[in-house]
């Protein structure tokens, strides 16, 4: 688009530059532009030769001024009527015409036009030279047509004394003789042309309201044309007669005074700028319904009645009417202030209307009357030019009379009753604020109950000046909501108002007090911020400001905080969204309250600078404020979890070191390879007689010669440094043996040694857990267990059906015997002498069925363990 434009504007220039007439003289160049597109027409109502024609688009491009000259021949281009300098500043789109007007009527013959230009700028002054003259344009007459004919042709108006030409044109009969008549009076004629002839009647006359009667006559054959003599009157002075306080009478003189002649009088009667217009055939006219003791002003024009001339000038004059007794009563009200023994009443009153003042106001009467005991009325009067007075009164109420006062009389007083005691009354309304605009301050109040006259409403057209310009209204008592208006209202200015509503007594009281602008302001002030307590999400801003609620610019509605982080961020959902320049992020946070100068930002993004603003704001929008630019610091809870995980690692070093020191210690406190028996909770369930060594088995007083092995199964798998059995191969237990080798085995130096019973893990078929004792391989030997070893283990195989579903499983517990003793009683070996005191001790462990290990010897002595399988899963 702006490439086109440019190629455009490119070309125009071009244009001009290339198509601009330049005639060249010696060493100078001259600007000239010949006319173009002539063109001309008959207006015949108006008898006017409208001429129009053109030059080069250039000359309007530069606005040239210009001058053109228009020659006018008639009958032939020789015979030239009129010659004309148009004079003209070229505009675009504006065309250039001029209309010549003819005393005779161009029907008559045929005319010629041709125009010249020349350039006439004072911005080239070398190019004031005429152009070439135009080609002829011919308008062409109707004398040609072979008609006999008169022009003009239709009905003519013209004013008396005025010349009138016509002509007669003879058509195909131009050998014939035509006369011309103007009445019965014979015009010699001008010869234009074999076919026209001019004729012109000077001085015309009056001679009747029909008209006079113009003909051309060529033997017995006779054309004509009526004219119409008009007359513009003439008129005397104005005469006003009878002025009363609502009449008026005009007279006026007609001159010339026609008596065959009609006049129409046209009579225009204004005051404070309103007209009416009244219109009378007579030289006289009474004017009624005036208003009393009020300028007016008159003025007459007439003009004849038949065939409309032209008006006569205006004729005016003022005049006054006459004044009456005031009509109506005066506004009143008044303030009522609190003094020393008493109240200050200030009492108000605005100007009658003329339209009910009727007369000049000479003073005012005011009439105090107290409402006391004794009454007593004081009259005064105040000025014609006041419009307040000022009076005391004591603590009765008063009833205070005013009226205007002129010449004829006096108007209805005005009545008001003041009392302090009501006014004390009304001391703790609250104030309430409203919102205004350009078109003023709307209000609105609620009624009190009971019978009402009327509410009032006053203030302060500049509340800020010692003279306020005390203002009221009043409303009926239907009404209540209104806008107040006032000139004087101004954008930045607190207006106070306060609503009173009438009793039928004339007594006013307070109902409601309001406050407002027609438009609120800025504040000029600026809040200056500091920061504190800075974190990495959040910090407190604190300012300082000299804003208050006065009542120049706005209501101080409290501060608000514009954040914008320098890079990305977002807000929380109680804050607005504020658009900033570059459409980033920012966020406003709103204080409600005037006296809080400090706010916690929370919510922030550690390590990021945000811009801070506070501002104080009122209706009308906010105050200046300073920026204050912050980065917040680094996230707490790293602080935190350094502060905590540094110690806790210094101190886990130290206790791994001192482990490390004392590892051997503390394996042989907390962790032996072999439990110390004598250390066993088993200790506590077992009940027995003696000392508590002969409860416990010492391995090392027991020297085991050989192991024999009862069904050894094959191992299919090896896992770390366990052996492991697939699948259910083994169905009936394993037994190990421990047995005594020699020719000895049992005598009474021997050590009899116990086989180690132990948990094992039935079949995964097995429904249940069931005790299946280990029998040796010689009944001999077979040794049963106490009664009260035989119920803890009853306890602890039932504590077993607490396995959760799915790892159903069952041990079969073998119990882990002591030594017979000599002397226990059930003992199953009565003819076994009684050994030395030397056991075995095997620890007890679940053994899972189908598994059995197998380990190689230690030393000479033969072991064998039990172990979990693979799922370590007890029954």
């Known amino acids: 688009m702006a490439l086109l434009l440019t190629l455009q504007t490119v070309f125009l220039l071009a244009l001009v530059n290339f198509s601009t007439c330049r005639i060249s003289k010696g060493s100078f160049e001259y600007l000239v532009y010949p006319t173009e597109s002539l063109n001309v027409s008959i207006h015949s109502d108006e008898q006017c030769l409208d001429i129009q024609w053109a030059v080069h688009l250039s000359a309007y491009m530069w606005n040239l001024k210009m001058i053109f000259q228009i020659d006018i021949s008639r009958t032939t281009q020789n015979n030239t009527v009129e ?6 500043t070229l505009k675009p789109n504006e065309s250039l015409q001029w209309c010549w007007h003819s005393a005779l009527p161009l029907e008559c013959t045929s005319h010629f036009v041709k125009i010249r230009s020349m350039v006439d700028d004072e911005r080239y002054p070398e190019s004031r030279i005429w152009s070439p003259w135009s080609p002829v344009m011919e308008s062409e007459g109707q004398d040609s047509s072979g008609q006999f004919r008169i022009f003009p042709a239709d009905i003519i108006y013209a004013e008396e004394g005025s010349s009138v030409t016509f002509c007669c044109i003879s058509g195909a009969y131009f050998h014939e003789k035509i006369r011309f008549f103007y009445e019965d009076k014979a015009i010699q004629g001008i010869k234009l042309s074999s076919h026209t002839t001019m004729y012109e009647v000077n001085n015309v006359r009056f001679v009747r309201k029909q008209g006079s009667n113009a003909f051309c006559r060529m033997d017995s054959v006779i054309k004509g044309v009526v004219l119409y003599v008009g007359v513009q009157p003439q008129l005397g002075e104005i005469s006003i007669e009878n002025v009363s306080a609502t009449e008026a009478t005009l007279t006026w003189k007609i001159i010339p005074n026609h008596k065959k002649l009609i006049f129409l009088c046209q009579i225009e009667v204004s005051h404070d700028g309103k007209g009416i217009e009244y219109n009378t055939s007579n030289s006289e006219f009474t004017l009624s319904g005036l208003q009393t003791y009020t300028v007016y002003s008159v003025r007459v024009r007439c003009c004849t009645a038949d065939h409309f001339w032209k008006w006569s000038e205006w004729s005016g004059k003022n005049f006054t009417t006459k004044e009456a007794a005031p009509s109506g009563a005066l506004n009143i009200w008044r303030i009522v202030e609190p ?34 005991e004794v009454p007593k009325v004081d009259i005064s009067f105040s000025e014609s030019d006041s419009n307040s007075t000022e009076k005391f009164i004591d603590h009765q109420p008063y009833r205070i009379s005013i009226a205007a006062i002129n010449s004829v009389g006096s108007s209805t007083p005005s009545v008001i009753v003041v009392s302090g005691s009501a006014e004390n009354s009304t001391q703790n309304i609250k104030e309430d604020r409203v919102n ?208 905590i995980i540094f110690p806790m690692a210094f101190f886990s070093l130290l206790l791994i070191i001192g482990l490390n020191l004392k590892i051997q210690w503390v394996k042989e406190k907390c962790f032996p390879d072999i439990p110390d028996p004598y250390k066993s909770s088993v200790l506590s369930l077992m009940k027995f007689k003696g000392n508590i060594h002969q409860a416990i088995l010492n391995t090392s007083d027991c020297i085991p010669d050989t192991i024999e092995v009862v069904n050894k199964p094959e191992i299919s798998k090896t896992q770390g440094s366990r052996t492991l059995l697939m699948g259910n191969e083994i169905t009936t237990p394993a037994y190990l043996y421990l047995l005594p080798t020699g020719k000895e085995a049992l005598d009474s130096q021997a050590c009899i040694c116990f086989e180690n019973f132990t948990y094992r893990q039935a079949a995964s078929d097995s429904g249940s857990c069931s005790q299946h004792p280990m029998i040796p391989t010689d009944p001999a030997r077979s040794v049963e267990p106490p009664e009260h070893l035989l119920k803890v283990e009853r306890d602890y195989i039932g504590s077993l059906g607490n396995i959760p579903a799915g790892e159903e499983a069952s041990l079969n517990y073998v119990s882990q015997l002591a030594p017979t003793m000599s002397g226990d009683k059930g003992s199953s070996f009565p003819d076994l002498p009684e050994p030395a005191h030397c056991s075995e001790y095997k620890m007890q462990m679940v053994m899972p069925t189908g598994v059995a290990l197998s380990l190689p010897l230690e030393g000479d002595r033969p072991i064998s363990i039990t172990s979990l399988d693979q799922r370590e899963k007890p029954c």
């Open 436 to 643: 205004g605009t350009r078109d003023g301050i709307y209000l609105s109040w609620k009624p009190k109950p009971g019978e009402t006259e009327g509410y009032v409403v006053d203030w302060c057209n500049y509340p800020r000046d010692a003279i306020c310009d005390f203002q009221w209204k009043k409303f009926s008592p239907n009404t209540t909501s209104a806008t107040i208006r006032s000139a004087a209202f101004q954008s930045g200015v607190r207006y106070n108002f306060r609503i009173y509503g009438l009793s039928t007594k004339h007594e006013a009281y307070l109902l409601e007090k309001k406050t407002g602008y027609t438009q609120e302001l800025a504040l000029d002030c600026k809040p200056e911020v500091t920061v504190d307590n800075l974190a990495s999400t959040s910090l407190t801003l604190i300012w300082k400001d000299n804003c208050t609620d006065e009542p120049q610019y706005g209501f101080f509605k409290g501060y608000r905080i514009y954040v914008k982080p320098e890079v990305g961020g977002s807000c929380d959902a109680e804050t607005e969204n504020p658009a900033f320049p570059g459409n980033t992020v920012g966020c406003i946070y709103t204080v409600p309250d005037t006296k809080q100068k400090t706010f916690n930002v929370k919510k922030l993004q550690p390590n990021s600078t945000y811009s801070f603003e506070v501002k104080a704001y009122t209706g009308g929008g906010d105050s200046l404020g300073s920026i204050i630019k912050v980065t917040t610091g680094t996230h707490e809870n790293t602080n935190l979890m350094m502060t």
């Open 339 to 372: 003094v020393s023994g008493g109240y200050n009443v200030k009492i108000f009153w605005k100007s009658l209307p003329p339209s009910q003042a009727n007369g000049k106001i000479l003073n005012y009467s005011i009439a105090m009357e107290p409402l006391g």
């Open 83 to 88: 010659n004309k300098n148009y004079t003209t």
